[in-house]
């Protein structure tokens, strides 16, 4: 058997082109995607190609962007349209092949093994991918083959990104030749702190990594280790295969504040919507949870500073009434005290849901009845038809969230 095509499609600055698609007139221009740049979720989300000629990336704060590029374009956001154009190219996708993945909302892999003959060559396939996606959403797309995911990947993001015709190819006999050189940075799953662990080792090129012995790097840092080791070889043993069934781990969400949060009654008002948000999301996928996770960021940039911690729940749940406890036990143990600008709440450890639980007390009963009134009446009224009358005091978000996706407006 042959060798196997893969592909990873990338969407060019995806939620600046979506806006640029919309509308036309900002094509050409710099452009960048943000929250409200009033506030401190004014950050860059995506910026277009012109803006990213003066130098503005991906988690700038807006006032430092428009001191880069006075002139720039400001767009805000709109989740659910770009889920909707993800949806359509994802489509596209499925017109060549029936092995399609999302990776995430702008990235897709695709397998092509045995297509050769309706398509011809990965170059010419990829080119009418491109054109088709270019044709029907008015978005540029990029995309890196491989023999598997992670060569795709590496294809796509270190060389198709500065292509002229926006595809790369590797494979086992010119992935060395290609990637070896290429700072340790550049490779799948090193992020700054690794960055800095294998700079203080000498390890300073891809190439550098590869040729460590696989047995050290896993005694030094375990199963990291040698899947990195794997990575800088271009093994990987995944397959794109659509109807494997992956079991979701957790649900959370984590929230930046609009500003800095200095009294504990606002920050633990915060933690109970934020749990009650979850607690539905759970409810609605038929899950309960067994560990509730709390993480907390502090809001000085030159001291980072914060906790994430986690705590086994007494019995399994999805009611915000049963996790609060936890929450708040976790948050007043661990604050140190000092302002914080982003908080998340996850729950995970998840199982399906049983109407008839052993052990199940009276206050339980009535806390998960009222919990499904209330998801009944949200979802035939809207989310902001019920709510608590603690969502009206200074700090709470609920109103200010309600209707948004992923944060921002959908």
């Known amino acids: 058997m042959g060798a196997k095509v893969i592909f990873l499609a990338d969407m060019e600055s995806f939620y600046a082109s979506v806006e640029a698609a919309r509308n036309p007139s900002l094509r050409g221009k710099p452009v960048a995607v943000c929250g409200d740049p009033a506030l401190r979720h004014g950050i860059i989300l995506a910026a277009s190609r012109e803006a990213k000629a003066y130098g503005i990336k991906t988690g700038q704060p807006a006032w430092e962007a428009r001191r880069m590029c006075p002139w720039i374009i400001f767009a805000h956001p709109r989740m659910q349209t770009y889920i909707d154009y993800s949806m359509r190219i994802t489509r596209i996708f499925e017109q060549f092949s029936d092995r399609v993945i999302p990776y995430s909302i702008d990235e897709q892999f695709l397998d092509l093994t045995g297509l050769e003959k309706i398509f011809g ?39 198709a990104k500065k ?50 012995p696989r047995d050290m790097l896993q005694r030094r840092w375990g199963i990291n280790g040698e899947i990195l080791w794997l990575n800088a070889h271009g093994i990987d043993y995944s397959t794109v295969d659509p109807d494997a069934v992956h079991e979701q781990k957790g649900i959370g969400h984590t929230a930046t504040l609009p500003r800095d949060y200095r009294k504990q009654q606002e920050i633990e008002l915060v933690l109970f919507e934020m749990a009650e948000e979850v607690c539905a999301r759970t409810r ?10 709390l993480y907390c960021k502090g809001a000085d940039f030159d001291h980072p500073a914060g906790f994430s911690r986690q705590k086994k729940l007494p019995e399994p749940t999805a009611t915000a009434a049963e996790i609060y406890p936890t929450v708040q036990q976790i948050f007043r143990k661990h604050w140190d005290r000092m302002p914080v600008r982003a908080v998340g709440i996850s729950l995970t ?15 339980c009963y009535q806390e998960e009845s009222l919990a499904a009134v209330v998801d009944m009446v949200r979802e035939r009224f809207g989310k902001t038809s019920l709510f608590r009358a603690s969502s009206l005091k200074p700090g709470a978000q609920f109103l200010q969230r309600a209707g948004k996706i992923g944060g921002h407006d959908s």
């Open 284 to 293: 609605r996928q038929g899950k309960i949870g067994s560990t509730v996770h």
């Open 163 to 212: 292509s002229s015709d926006a595809f790369f190819e590797l494979n086992s006999s010119s992935y060395a030749a290609h990637t070896w050189p290429l700072p340790i940075r550049s490779l799948f799953g090193v992020g700054h702190r690794m960055e800095r662990n294998f700079h203080r080792s000498g390890v300073r090129t891809i190439g550098h990594l590869a040729n460590l």
């Open 121 to 159: 060559s990965p170059r010419e396939t990829a080119a009418a991918l491109i054109g088709q996606v270019w044709a029907e959403t008015g978005i540029r797309c990029r995309v890196g083959a491989g023999e598997n995911p992670l060569q795709a990947k590496m294809a796509c993001d270190c060389f």
């Open 349 to 363: 450890g998840l199982t399906a849901y049983r109407q008839l639980k052993l052990g199940l007390d009276d206050h």
